[in-house]
């Protein structure tokens, strides 16, 4: 079992700077990829950004893209979301998520091929 704890989320104006950050436990944290996903009311969940096992390559969503940056820290088995110039359609509650398979070669988009979820954090920018 993997537990993931989300934490860093708040209330920020447009133009500020957030930064989200994910614990992980419970299995090899090291030798699986990570992935920030979020969901706005009314919406469905989207991906935001993804880091690979070793932190190498990263993916991010076109949205965000410039923005955000995704990195980890695997000796203190944490990942980080780094989220500057903020605008409001970025509101939203933000989730990490732990891949289901070990060791891919890069970090993909799709939430399926996560297994762990975290409880969420909210990220609300003010215009």
């Known amino acids: 079992q993997v537990q993931l704890v989300e934490s860093g989320g708040g209330l920020v104006q447009a133009g500020g700077s957030l930064r989200l950050s994910c614990a992980a436990s419970?299995?090899?944290?090291?030798?699986?990829?990570m992935g920030w996903f979020r969901q706005a009311p009314g919406k469905e969940r989207e991906f935001v950004a993804a880091?690979?096992?070793?932190?190498?390559?990263?993916y991010y969503a076109d949205s965000v893209k410039g923005r955000f940056t995704i990195s980890r820290d695997n000796a203190k088995n944490t990942v980080y979301l780094q989220m500057n110039s903020l605008k409001p359609e970025d509101t939203a509650v933000y989730y990490c998520?732990?891949?289901?398979?070990?060791?891919?070669?890069?970090?993909?988009?799709?939430?399926?091929?996560?297994?762990?979820w975290g409880q969420g954090t909210q990220v609300t920018v003010s215009s």
């Open positions: 998520a732990a891949d289901v398979r070990p060791l891919r070669v890069g970090p993909t988009p799709r939430d399926s091929e996560y297994r762990y």
């Open positions: 419970g299995r090899t944290f090291n030798s699986y990829a």
């Open positions: 880091i690979s096992y070793s932190g190498a390559v990263t």
